[in-house]
């Protein structure tokens, strides 16, 4: 059983920062791209950030220049630093990540329960 949790959420007020952890564990064999999402009730997921196995990564347009997406792969965490936050940052961040289970199974998405991050005006 893989299992994603999520840490760091919370209430901050404009411009400041905060830093999300996700851990990863259980049956894990690889994990190959890690990220980060955001989703508004009744809105769709949406990438916030990506990061590879080697340490390439990808940013939403809206969160280039003020958010750092980090991995250990040796500790399979990844995580998201975001500075001067804003109130239309605030969502549910949830980590995902593709995982092969064992040596002999697929790439499959795993999800986290996702952490709160609100921002005040």
């Known amino acids: 059983q893989v299992r994603l949790v999520e840490s760091g959420g919370g209430l901050v007020q404009a411009g400041g920062s905060l830093r999300l952890s996700c851990a990863a564990s259980?049956?894990?064999?690889?994990?190959?791209?890690m990220g980060w999402y955001r989703q508004a009730p009744g809105n769709q997921r949406e990438l916030v950030a990506l990061?590879?196995?080697?340490?390439?990564?990808t940013y939403a347009d809206s969160a280039k220049g003020r958010v750092t997406i980090s991995r250990d792969n040796a500790e399979n965490m990844v995580y998201l630093q975001m500075n001067s936050l804003k109130p239309e940052d605030t969502d549910i961040y949830y980590c995902g990540a593709v995982i092969r289970a064992t040596s002999t199974s697929p790439f499959n998405m795993y999800w986290g329960q996702g952490t709160q991050v609100t921002v005040s005006s």
């Open positions: 990061i590879a196995v080697a340490g390439s990564t």
């Open positions: 259980g049956s894990i064999f690889s994990i190959g791209d």
